[in-house]
C-alpha cells in the first residue's frame, strides 16, 4: 500500500523534533535549556480553570454546534471588534479547535493546483506545507532585518501575479517578533484591492506587543470582505493546550468553514469554549503581567546575545521570540543550532526552519524562566568563544 500523493508534499514543524532531540539528551542526564518551543511558560489563569471545571460539573461535555456556541462567537465578535477597530458580527465567527484550523481551512477552501499564495518567510512552517498540500504554489516574500522583518515589499509586488489567489499576513510574527507597519499593510491593501485575492492576517500574538499595537490589515478601507483574521486564546491567555481558537471571515467563507469542520473536528470542545469566555469577559491583569514579564525577559535577553562575538540581535516588537542574525559567527544556521543543543545544551532552532529565507539566524524563545534565559547566554557565549 502506499501513500496518497498529497501525503508527500506535507511538512511538519521542527521545533517538536528538536524537542525530541533535547528530551533523548536529558535522559542521558544532561540539562538541557529549552528555548525551541513557542509557548508561554505561565499558567492558565485561574478564573479560567475554574470556569473549566464548572463547565464540565454542569454538564458541557456534549456536542456543541459546529461553528461554535453562540455565546462564545458574540463575545469574540465584540472583543475583535473593539480591539481592530472594525465591526463584525458573531455570524462572521468560526470557533475551531486551535488556530491551525483556520490555515487549514483557509486553504483548502480557497486554492488548488494552479494558484499561486503568497506568504512571509522566514515564517511558521505550516503555511508552506499546507499550501503544497493543497497542490498550490507557494510564493515566499522575504521578510528583511533593515525593515524590523517586515515584507520587501518591492519583491511582493513583483511576485503579485493574475494565480495569487491568498496572501498570509503574520503580525506580531513568528519567529522573527516584528509587527508589520500601518503603512506597509496600506501599500499590500491598495495593490490587491481590485484583484480576487483574500488575505490569511495570522494574529494569533495580538495580544503580546511592548509598545505600538498591531494593526490588523482588516481595518484598512476596502479590507474586511477580504480578510480572514485567525487568533485564538493559546498565546495571549497561556492556554495552548486547550486548542481553542477562532476565525473572523465573510459569511461566505464561513459556511465553507462549517463544512471543513463538520467533515473533521464536527465540534470544538464545549467545556473549553466556556472557559475561553471566562478568558475574554475575566480579569485581564494576568496577561498584563506576563507581558510585563516578556518585557523583562527580551529586554535582557537581547541585550546579552548582542555581547556574544558575532551576533546581531534586534529588539522584537511582539510576540516572544528574539531571531539574532548570527552569519558573523562563521557557522551557517544549522550548525550552529545543532551545535548549541549537542555542546552547550541549549536547545534552539536553525533559521532554516522557518524557511530559506532563515538562513543566517536563530529563533530562540524567551518564554522561559529569566534564570535559564540568563543561563542560555552564558552556555552560548562561552560555546562561540571556544569554537
Known sequence: MKLAQCMHRIGTESAF??????????????????????EPDFPTP???VEAAKRALDEGWTHYGPTQGLPELRELVAEHVSRTRNIRVGP????????????????????????????????????????????????????????????????????????????????????????????????????LIQDRDIMVLSDEIYSGIYYDVAPVSIASLPGMLDKTIILDGFSKTYAMTGWRIGYGVMPVWLVEAVNKLMVNSNSCTATFTQRAAMAALTGPQEPVQRMVAEFRRR?????????????FRCRLPRGAFYAFPNITA???????????????????????????????????????????????ALDRIRRFIERA
Open 46 to 48: 485561574t478564573h479560567i
Open 298 to 310: 527580551r529586554d535582557a535577553f537581547c541585550e546579552g546575545l548582542n555581547q556574544i562575538p558575532g
Open 91 to 190: 455570524e462572521r465567527v468560526c470557533i475551531v479547535p486551535g488556530g491551525k484550523p483556520i490555515i487549514f481551512y483557509s486553504l483548502i477552501a480557497l486554492c488548488e493546483p494552479g494558484d499561486e499564495v503568497i506568504y512571509p518567510n522566514p515564517g511558521f512552517p505550516i503555511y508552506e506545507s499546507m499550501i503544497r498540500f493543497t497542490g498550490a504554489t507557494p510564493v515566499p516574500i522575504p521578510l528583511r532585518e533593515d525593515r524590523d522583518f517586515s515584507f520587501d515589499l518591492n519583491v511582493f509586488a513583483d511576485r503579485l501575479s493574475d494565480r495569487t489567489r491568498l496572501i498570509i499576513l503574520n503580525s506580531p510574527q513568528n519567529p522573527t517578533g516584528g509587527i508589520m507597519p500601518e503603512a506597509d499593510l496600506a501599500a499590500i491593501a491598495e
Open 17 to 38: 523534533d528538536v524537542l525530541v532531540r533535547a528530551r533523548a539528551l536529558e535522559a542521558q542526564g544532561r540539562r538541557i535549556i529549552h528555548l525551541e518551543i513557542g
Open 329 to 375: 559567527t562563521g557557522f551557517d544556521s544549522r550548525t550552529l543550532a545543532d551545535a548549541l543543543l549537542e555542546k552547550a545544551g541549549v536547545a534552539v532552532l536553525s533559521g532554516t526552519a522557518f524557511g530559506t529565507y532563515g538562513e543566517g539566524y536563530l529563533r530562540l524563545s524567551y518564554a522561559t524562566a529569566y534564570e535559564d534565559l540568563m543561563e
